[in-house]
């Protein structure tokens, strides 16, 4: 891809935690034009289709128009940069890479919604971003854009790094917040959903890194601009972090809606040791699997929903003929049960006996008694916890029984 049509990862603005060399290459223009007319960002955001690049695909406009309506007191935009799962690796590139970037596309949505909280909610193992963050909200602080957030809202702004737990768990929404109120990262049942009722009551804005970081150059340069980057009528551009056999595994931006066959086969420079292409988990492992009858699907939210399984983060980890669908499938689901915070008995119980299973499977010693009883979990299990993890963690099992059955089924001949 062209780097000019990038919007996140151009070369001269990795300048890390540096705002002068920010401001310097175009950061900041986004900001001053929200300040010129804070009332109309959220349309414009709504006019990009710019979507939640945290997982779900939710339009971000949908998210701040409840926050920008309540009442004046307290609210808060929390930057999501907790990122733990499989194959996922965007938002700690952005934090460490161009901070600035995601600060100022966190400040354009407190214009936008006059919260006078923003935190950048980091986790603390990946020490650089962690680093460069905290630095870099330390010199917007000091900025006279940021005083000038402050002086069109009428009220300080606190902007503020926070470690986050490093837990997988502590990246869903309702857990960022309990973290943000100082507790441990147990996941709600929303409704109420933050906008309604998030840190302390108050309602809150909780966006993925990458979401945020997209916010200031559609401020600059307009919404037509970053829905032209798209293919089709997928707008804008996308994160992928492609990983597993391929010969050039790594974080691309391209146009939202770009083929899987272009993303591994152009980008990935094809299949390692030339061997054929097999499957991909998507989005982080929690999605339907993805196989060669789906290699021409445009990765965009819409498109891969059609064919039944979810673009989540953009993560797509890619495997080929000879690799044991069973058995990465139950390394995935081995992370889902250590990742379960046991709050729900279905999850916490649910996931540990998908492992059990997985890896009895697996090592030979399975019987077709495990396989039915694998497949009535999938059955009894989804919608019976307070969070997306237990079903994540069903739809990859459930996927690889429905697209690969014959490696269950040889297992237990
Ligand atoms: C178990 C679990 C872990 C999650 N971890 C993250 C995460 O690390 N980062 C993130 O942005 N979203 C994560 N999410 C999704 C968030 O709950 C939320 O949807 C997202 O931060 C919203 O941002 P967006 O609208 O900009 O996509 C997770 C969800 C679940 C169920
Ligand atoms: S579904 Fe699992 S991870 Fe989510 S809150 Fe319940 S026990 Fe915790």
């Known amino acids: 891809m062209d780097e000019l049509n990038q919007n996140l990862m151009r070369d001269e603005i990795r300048v890390g935690a540096n705002l002068d060399a920010w401001l310097a290459h175009g950061g900041g223009e986004g900001l001053a034009k929200a300040l010129q007319d804070p009332a109309a960002i959220i349309a414009e955001i709504a006019q990009a289709d710019l979507r939640g690049m945290g997982g779900a695909g939710f339009p971000t406009h949908k998210k701040w128009t409840p926050v920008a309506a309540a009442p004046e007191g307290d609210k808060y935009v929390i930057c999501n940069g907790n990122e733990d799962e499989p194959g996922t690796f965007k938002d700690r590139f952005l934090l460490e890479h161009t901070p600035h970037q995601v600060i100022e596309g966190a400040l354009i949505a407190a214009l936008a919604t006059r919260a006078n909280h923003v935190i950048l909610y980091v986790n603390p193992h990946q020490q650089h971003s962690l680093a460069a963050t905290r630095e870099a909200a330390r010199q ?155 290699l021409d699907v445009a990765l965009d939210f819409d498109s891969v929903r059609q064919r039944h399984s979810r673009l989540g983060t953009g993560a797509m980890i890619v495997v080929s003929e000879g690799t044991s669908i069973v058995r990465k499938v139950a390394e995935y689901v081995s992370f889902f049960a250590q990742g379960s915070c046991g709050q729900c008995p279905p999850c916490k119980g649910g996931t540990f006996q998908l492992m059990r299973l997985l890896n009895r499977l697996d090592t030979g010693r399975g019987v077709r008694a495990d396989l039915d009883a694998l497949e009535n979990l999938c059955r009894i299990l989804p919608g019976s916890g307070r969070c997306g993890l237990i079903d994540g963690a069903v739809t990859v099992v459930e996927s690889s029984l429905n697209r690969f059955r014959e490696e269950y089924e040889a297992l237990v001949a």
């Open 140 to 294: 917007w602080r000091a900025h006279r854009l940021f005083t000038a957030i402050e002086q069109t809202i009428g009220r300080t702004v606190e902007l503020r790094v926070l470690a986050s737990s490093g837990l997988y768990i502590g990246g869903e929404e309702t857990a960022v917040i309990a973290s943000v109120e100082g507790g441990f990262p147990f996941p709600r049942r929303k409704p109420p959903f933050p906008a309604q009722q998030g840190v302390h009551g108050a309602p809150t804005i909780v966006n993925n890194t990458e979401t945020l970081a997209h916010v200031p150059g559609i401020l600059r340069h307009g919404a037509q601009w970053y829905r032209d980057l798209g293919v089709g009528d997928a707008a804008g551009t996308k994160l992928y972090s492609l990983s597993g056999d391929v010969l050039r595994p790594g974080l691309y931006e391209l146009p939202m809606g770009t083929s899987l066959a272009t993303l591994v086969f152009q980008y990935g420079g094809a299949m390692l040791q030339d061997k054929k292409f097999k499957a991909v988990f998507t989005g982080g492992p929690s999605n339907t699997l993805l196989t060669q009858r789906e």
